[in-house]
């Protein structure tokens, strides 16, 4: 009996297989020949998973932005019922703006393939979507923090939301390049969050002179 292929197991392999080699070598480092050695199958099962490159690139993408979102509704999940909007929101943040040691895989592969959709229609639109899922999860966050009475109630929480983006994305390009500003990023995102709250209880403190990127 011919063996059963787990097609979507193989397209997330695949699709880790894309993420390394972009990772390692940008979006045109992602030949089918390489992204099949890479995942340890032939070309032939790279083509029956994906009709072309571009679709490929694509299902990646999609793969990636996935986990970095998921990992964002991670924290909230896991801390819900037992931490402040202010402390979700703040974790929430550092979860997304790629800051830490352990994600700068992540931000790699996340920055490359940003400037490799300027070119690419469809991979700016699975980045315009998550764009819209993580300014939807920040958003909850301080409409979450306005019913606790964390948050000032005559915010636009979508508008904070929409503000709160540049910032988050700007700190993941920043800490790739290495940029070590006057206020560390945590700082940087705790004093913006300090500018929501209805009461501000943490006092304005001196900038670091180093940063954690």
């Not at 993408?61 to 037992?82: M, N, V």
């Not at 929101?89 to 830490?100: F, M, P, Q, V």
């Not at 352990?102 to 229609?121: E, K, M, S, Y």
């Not at 966050?141 to 929480?157: H, N, P, S």
């Amino acid at each position: 009996m011919p063996k059963q292929v787990d097609y979507e197991t193989r397209r997330r392999d695949i699709a880790e297989a894309v993420c390394d080699l972009i990772d390692r070598h940008g979006p045109e480092g992602a030949t089918l020949r390489d992204v099949a050695q890479q995942a340890g199958v032939s070309m032939g099962a790279v083509q029956r998973c994906f009709a072309t490159k571009d679709e490929m690139l694509a299902f990646a993408l999609h793969h990636i932005t996935e986990r970095i979102t998921a990992q964002g509704q991670d924290e909230i999940g896991a801390s819900a019922a037992k931490e402040s909007a202010v402390t979700l929101l703040t974790a929430t943040l550092r979860t997304l703006a790629l800051i830490e040691p352990h994600q700068r895989r992540d931000a790699r592969i996340l920055v490359a393939f940003t400037a490799h959709a300027t070119a690419i229609p469809s991979l700016a639109e699975i980045l315009r979507e998550a764009h819209a899922k993580t300014r939807n999860l920040l958003a909850w966050l301080i409409r979450y923090g306005q019913r606790t009475g964390e948050f000032r109630d005559d915010l636009d929480a979508d508008l904070e939301a929409e503000t709160l983006l540049p910032l988050v994305e700007g700190l993941t390009s920043l800490a790739l390049l290495g940029h070590r500003p006057t206020v560390p990023a945590q700082d940087m995102l705790t004093r913006r969050i300090d500018g929501l709250l209805l009461q501000p209880s943490r006092p304005n403190r001196p900038a670091s002179s180093t940063a954690s990127a």
